[in-house]
């Protein structure tokens, strides 16, 4: 696929067949700016677009049906933009041959890339072209707030279309108003949250997924979350009860995915622990391995994210093997019950960390934590003090860090708004990297200096020799490892961009800057980039080196299976008393105490 999307027999899906109209549709989901304004973007993304592939095979599903008439067919391209260049021009000049007979949409546009998208949309609307926009920005805003932001309001001022809510169950009306040059100015389906079994599946095209590293895609096995966290936006969004497709559907996409040669799969589901027919999607898709391996296929790679209490569900880490589940990432954000319950986030247990941890690592599961820096009762003293003792205490492979923001949509910032505490008026600051607000015991300063530091501290030249030992002596890949620590090691520090926002090889074009900065000439522009990646080339080299080092160390030595430390120790009653997790904080020392209480109620009742 080009670098740009275009109508070329490699970038776009059409309709079979004599049609005498041919209705356009280009979906695009837009990257965000980078400090200096830069659209951030790179030659392989790592992270694909679960929100393009779904609106995708909505559309998809209404072409084939011939949705707006049977006269007229539908041609489809899609772009993630993190990956991909989008030339307005071109776009404009597309709809131009057809008449501006069709749609842009602009999907799954979070708050960071509602300016982005703005910037997308604005030419062309001034060349008469149809655009809308949906996603989260903008489904969170309806539900969380009164009345019609000032953002959202530029939008609609531009004739942009708002699209708040899931699309499943609506895609043919909205094709057809486009159609029919009759788009609602904002379509709200926020209270109307549609089923998803037997909805089309997410499935892109291998042409749209040839961009992402190792050929990913991702697909929603459900949405919904039962939890109640005041930073979270998907409660809001897409609500607290699971919503999902069934064995069969999960199974026809993946099935679908490898017939076009895609292996890796990012399952989105916010809390798949949480999805009531996991153990079914488990099972068949361990079932569908069994048959790949039986006829010497190449086997699916799966990557899902689950909270901290799943591994009390009985089966569930071992179904979650046999799937085919390599990494899974973990909603840690704090070892502070005192913080944790601060942000409602009570189902955090930071007793079951330690088992929780092991219980992955003894399956051979890579595991990524997230951890949330600015709690109320944080301070840069606080925070070393915590990833010391995460670092010494517990099982993790790779930790992520970022900075607690309030994003529209979230209960933490609907109180904001309510109270009227300052926030950032930049929507592309809140991309959980940056400072958008103030904080009861740090300066913003030291807050991002906090942010800045956290990654060196933790991924220390000892601690990442540490974490090669635990996987090697428990039997886990310190090879692939070793890559996922370069990549979250390095990624602030030398792109200044977070990883799970990163790739392979940045691409910086000089035309493409947020509207409000000036475009800088070319004999000044093209220089300082030059200087600016033989300087990245350099340090990355450099900082692969010394971890690939110490992976042919710990390869090499051939004590390795017998190293042990207090993290890799099996869980015993005594751990509460001797480890700095347990008794860091008096808030720690209480929770101790209060599940101690439970335990020896629970255990005199049962006997009684």
């Keep these: 696929m080009a670098a740009t999307i275009k109508s070329s027999p490699s970038s776009v899906t059409t309709t079979k067949g004599q049609a005498s109209k041919r209705f356009q549709v280009a979906l695009i989901k837009p990257s965000h700016y980078d400090d200096d304004g830069y659209v951030i973007q790179w030659v392989r993304s790592f992270i694909p677009s679960n929100s393009l592939a779904t609106v995708y095979s909505l559309v998809d599903d209404s072409r084939q049906r011939a949705a707006i008439g049977a006269e007229v067919a539908i041609d489809i391209t899609a772009a993630d933009e993190i990956n991909t260049r989008i030339k307005t021009d071109e ?19 979070q708050s960071n890339q ?43 001022d531009l004739g942009i279309t708002l699209y708040a809510g899931e699309l499943e169950g609506r895609c043919d009306d909205l094709l057809r108003d486009a159609a029919r040059g009759e788009l609602k100015p904002l379509y709200n ?12 599946s997410p499935l892109l095209p291998k042409q749209f997924l040839k961009r992402t590293y190792q050929l990913q895609t991702s697909f929603d096995a459900g949405r919904g979350c039962p939890y109640q966290c005041s930073f979270c936006t ?29 292996f890796w799969f990012f399952m989105t589901d916010d809390n798949f622990a949480r999805n009531k027919d996991w153990e079914a999607i488990l099972d068949r898709l361990a079932k569908l391995r069994a048959e790949i391996a039986q006829s010497g296929g190449r086997d699916i790679k799966l990557v899902i994210q689950v909270d901290t209490l799943c591994h009390k569900i009985d089966g569930f880490i ?71 003792i995460i670092q010494e205490e517990l099982p993790l492979d790779i930790l992520e860090f970022f900075c607690l923001t309030p994003l529209p949509g979230s209960e933490d910032h609907q109180t904001k708004v309510k109270l009227g505490e300052p926030m950032d008026a930049d929507l592309n600051r809140y991309d959980l990297e940056h400072v958008v607000t103030t904080h009861p015991k740090m300066s913003r ?45 390095s990624m602030v520090k030398i792109e200044k ?33 030059a200087v600016e990646v033989a300087i ?29 430390d207090t993290a890799i120790t099996p869980v015993d009653e005594h751990d509460v008393e001797k480890l700095e997790l347990f008794n860091h904080s008096a808030d720690a020392q209480a929770t101790v105490d209060h599940l101690r209480k439970v335990k020896e109620l629970t255990t005199v009742k049962s006997v009684a």
Excluded at 129 to 137: D, M, R, T
Excluded at 241 to 253: H, I, M
Excluded at 519 to 525: E, G, L, N, S
Excluded at 545 to 564: C, G, Q
Aim: glycine residues 8%; positive net charge; charged residues 20%.
């Design 91 to 109: 776009i404009i000049a597309r709809f131009a041959a057809h008449n501006n007979f069709g749609l842009v949409f602009l999907v799954g546009v």
């Design 114 to 156: 509602f300016p982005r998208a703005i910037d997308i949309a604005r030419p062309l609307r001034a060349a008469g072209v149809s655009v809308a926009i949906g996603g989260f920005h903008v489904s969170g805003c309806m539900a969380m707030l009164p009345g019609i932001q000032a953002d959202m309001q530029q939008a609609l």
């Design 189 to 200: 389906y926020l209270h109307d949250l549609p089923s998803l079994e037997g909805a089309p």
């Design 234 to 262: 998907i409660i809001n969004v897409q609500g607290r009860k699971s919503r999902g497709r069934s064995a069969d559907d999960v199974e026809r996409l993946v099935r679908e995915n490898l017939k076009q040669g895609v």
């Design 318 to 388: 071992d179904k979650a093997k046999a799937a085919g589940v390599v990494r899974v990432f973990l909603g840690l954000e704090s070892i502070n019950p005192q913080s944790l319950a601060a942000a409602n986030k009570r189902q955090n247990k930071i007793t079951e960390y330690r088992q929780m941890l092991l219980a992955w690592k003894n399956a051979g599961v890579l595991t990524y934590a997230g951890y949330i820096l600015g709690f109320p009762h944080d301070t840069p003293q606080s925070i070393a003090d915590d990833i010391a």
């Design 445 to 489: 300063a030291e807050w991002e200096q906090v942010y800045r530091s956290v990654w060196d501290l933790y991924y220390s030249r000892e601690h990442v020799e540490r974490i090669l030992r635990r996987a090697a002596a428990t039997g886990g890949g310190i090879s692939r490892l070793a890559s996922m620590i370069f990549l979250f090691s």
């Design 497 to 529: 961009v977070h990883p799970l926002q990163g790739g392979i090889i940045r691409i910086k074009r000089r035309t493409d800057r947020r509207s409000s900065l000036p475009i800088v000439p070319a004999w000044q522009f093209y220089p300082a980039l």
């Design 536 to 564: 990245k080339l350099y340090r990355n080299v450099r900082h692969w080196m010394w971890i690939d080092a110490l992976r042919r160390e710990v390869r090499n030595d051939p004590n390795r299976l017998a190293y042990r």
